[in-house]
């Protein structure tokens, strides 16, 4: 009797294995083959319009589980001041944390620009999580004060430098999609993202965070055509390559 329960007792042990190992599998195939990767967004209305390019992310790779503090029009010294966002940081036991700043701060008061990413970013790395600088794009209305492709691109990588931080460089991809199709409209006269220009923020957002190219993910915004689909991740991909 003792060695028959001993084998009852491995089969057990090995059916609660194979259970495990199922669950497990139906897991991973839940959430793409990937581990889950946790990715808050700070921001304002360039973030969360269309929808967002959270939810835009979490479309394109469903293992990322996104969420944002947003706010019309805010700047990081704002988000920081109302505490709603450095609460989230705190709570969410995240991956990421995404900073976008208002976007024409980071040329026009740069000082304040470093100043509270630096401030996000000690509170971002305290809670075990990696930031990630947004680059936002050349505003049509904005050109003329100096808020070009180039002088947003060197405030955000210098602050990164600075803080050992990632770039999402998104405004590169507006610049370099738009000079290969002038006539793609990926924002509205006074800077808003079109849903193209959503998906192609949310594409480089993807590949700098998981580190993998978006070129060929299946997932595609309504209205986007296969052919622009694709064109938006090239143009995503190539814009973090070599970086």
């Excluded at 010294?77 to 969410?92: C, E, F, H, K, Y």
């Excluded at 409209?185 to 190219?213: F, K, Q, W």
């Excluded at 296969?226 to 390559?241: N, T």
């Amino acid at each position: 009797m003792p060695a028959v329960r001993a084998r009852r007792r491995t089969a057990g042990l090995r059916l609660a294995s194979v259970v495990l190992a199922c669950a497990a599998i139906a897991l991973c195939a839940s959430c793409g083959g990937h581990p889950r990767t946790r990715v808050l967004f700070i921001g304002n209305s360039f973030t969360f319009y269309n929808g967002g390019i959270d939810a835009e992310l979490s479309r394109l790779d469903p293992s990322c589980v996104t969420s944002s503090v947003t706010a019309g029009g805010a700047t990081l010294q704002q988000q920081w001041q109302t505490g709603q966002a450095l609460q989230a940081i705190r709570s969410g036991h995240w991956d990421y944390v995404v900073l976008q700043e208002q976007s024409q701060t980071p040329v026009i008061a740069q000082p304040l620009f470093r100043d509270y990413a630096a401030r996000f970013d000690q509170a971002i790395r305290a809670s075990g999580a990696a930031t990630v600088l947004l680059m936002t794009w050349q505003r049509p209305d904005s050109a003329a004060e100096g808020v070009t492709t180039a002088n947003l691109a060197a405030a955000y990588r210098g602050v990164a430098a600075q803080l050992g931080a990632r770039v999402a460089p998104a405004g590169e991809a507006f610049a370099e999609a738009l000079l290969e199709r002038p006539g793609l409209l990926l924002d509205n006269p006074d800077g808003h993202p079109t849903v193209e220009g959503t998906y192609l923020a949310a594409c480089v957002v993807y590949d700098t965070v998981l580190r993998r190219s978006p070129v060929g993910v299946a997932y595609a915004d309504q209205g986007i055509s296969p052919d622009e689909r694709l064109f938006l991740q090239r143009v995503a991909a190539e814009s973090l390559a070599g970086s």
